[in-house]
């Protein structure tokens, strides 16, 4: 039974540190949620679980490295582990791959920092039938253990595209062929009045401190509207909202 000092598990135990995650490209997946959705893509490269995963999950852990709970309570950043950790590949393709499967919906995340947004919008991007979602800039690390763990599996059924340069991503799905639209509070155009949601479409979200980068051109910016009080929607509810009214005209449509 592999113990917090066993080599494979200090080094599996690193990878919660981005510039491990960078320099392997491989990451953490905690909890039989994701393990079943990794282990369904062939992204996984090692499972660890304790004893009482195993008879728990008999189907997760087959070949499973088997554990204390010392070591999965160190590889686990929840407070309550599941006992099933699974270090994982990196998923990361290059936009031009991702544009070859023709896709008809897709999220751009711009300079979002906060790993809970990613996870979730990853989700909400997958469950409205986008088949990729583009973290962009200076947007947080998609495998954090906390997007991993808030993006419930889904990190494995899109495709997760990263690049630094937003502007040149904007330029290259216009090029495609892609109508391109900023999500913005401010934006000239109620989302309930576009009539071109059932054309392929690249939703841009920014983080809820800053926004989008106002030099990033969009063929419109567009706002959810506001029928109560409330000042605004955060990110994840936005992007909900956003990416759903496009499914639906998508869905119309075909």
Request: glycine content about 8%; proline content about 4%; overall charge neutral.
């Amino acid at each position: 039974m592999f113990t917090v000092r066993t080599p494979r598990v200090v080094a599996a135990r690193r990878l919660r540190r981005r510039r491990d995650r960078d320099e392997t490209g491989r990451f953490l997946a905690e909890g039989p949620q994701a393990v079943r959705e990794a282990l369904r893509t062939g992204a996984v490269a090692e499972v660890f679980a304790t004893a009482d995963a195993v008879a728990r999950y008999p189907e997760l852990t087959t070949g499973a490295s088997l554990v204390d709970d010392a070591a999965i309570q160190a590889l686990a950043e929840t407070v309550q582990p599941q006992g099933l950790v699974a270090v994982c590949e990196q998923r990361d393709v290059p936009l031009a791959a991702a544009l070859e499967r023709g896709p008809r919906l897709l999220a751009v995340c711009v300079d979002i920092r906060d790993p809970g947004n990613a996870g979730t919008v990853l989700r909400t991007a997958d469950a409205a039938g986008a088949t990729a979602v583009v973290f962009a800039g200076d947007s947080v690390d998609p495998y954090n253990g906390k997007a991993v763990r808030s993006s419930a599996g889904s990190l494995f059924h899109v495709d997760v595209v990263r690049t630094r340069d937003a502007v040149a991503t904007v330029a290259v799905l216009r090029e495609a062929g892609i109508q391109v639209l900023a999500a913005d509070g401010y934006g000239e155009t109620d989302l309930f009045d576009l009539a071109t949601l059932d054309r392929p479409t690249a939703w841009l979200f920014g983080s809820e401190a800053h926004g989008l980068p106002k030099d990033l051109e969009a063929d419109r910016r567009v706002r959810v509207p506001l029928y109560g009080g409330a000042e605004s929607l955060n990110l994840a509810a936005a992007a909900a909202v956003c990416l759903y009214t496009s499914a639906k005209a998508l869905r119309r449509q075909s």
